[in-house]
Nanobody
Framework: QVQLVESGGGLVQAGGSLRLSCVAS????????ISWYRQAPGKQRELVAT???????SYADSVKGRFAISRDNNKSTVYLQMNSLKPEDTAVYYC???????WGQGTQVTVSS
C-alpha cells in the first residue's frame, strides 16, 4: 500500500522560510521521481518542483532561486526548502510519486504579508 505523508506546513510571514517533508512508503523510493505540487483556493493544482531518481531537479519559474528540493533515500523522504516566501506561495502543498502514481494528503502553507 502506497502512502505519502507531508508535514512542515504552517503560518509564516513574508520573507520567511519553511521546510516541507514527504515521507514515502510502499514504493521503491530510490527509483522514483517525486514532485511537489501546490493548490491555492480557486486555482488549479500546479507543479512546483521535481527531483528525479538520480537527484536531478527542476522548478517552476515562480519558485526558482527561492525553493530547493532534495531527497534522502535512506529515509525515503523528499524535502522542499522554501525561502523568501511570498503571500502568493500560500497554498496546500502535495507530494506525488510516479511509480505508481500516488498523492499525499497535503500540508497547508500560509504566508502573511
Amino acid at each position: 500500500q502506497v502512502q505519502l505523508v507531508e508535514s512542515g506546513g504552517g503560518l509564516v510571514q513574508a520573507g520567511g522560510s519553511l521546510r516541507l517533508s514527504c515521507v514515502a512508503s510502499g514504493i521503491i523510493f530510490r527509483m522514483n521521481a517525486i514532485s511537489w505540487y501546490r493548490q491555492a483556493p480557486g486555482k488549479q493544482r500546479e507543479l512546483v518542483a521535481t527531483i528525479g531518481s538520480s537527484a536531478s531537479t527542476s522548478y517552476a519559474d515562480s519558485v526558482k532561486g527561492r525553493f530547493a528540493i532534495s531527497r534522502d533515500n535512506n529515509k525515503s523522504t523528499v524535502y522542499l526548502q522554501m525561502n523568501s516566501l511570498k503571500p502568493e506561495d500560500t497554498a496546500v502543498y502535495y507530494c506525488r510519486s510516479y511509480v505508481p502514481t500516488s498523492w499525499g494528503q497535503g500540508t497547508q502553507v500560509t504566508v502573511s504579508s
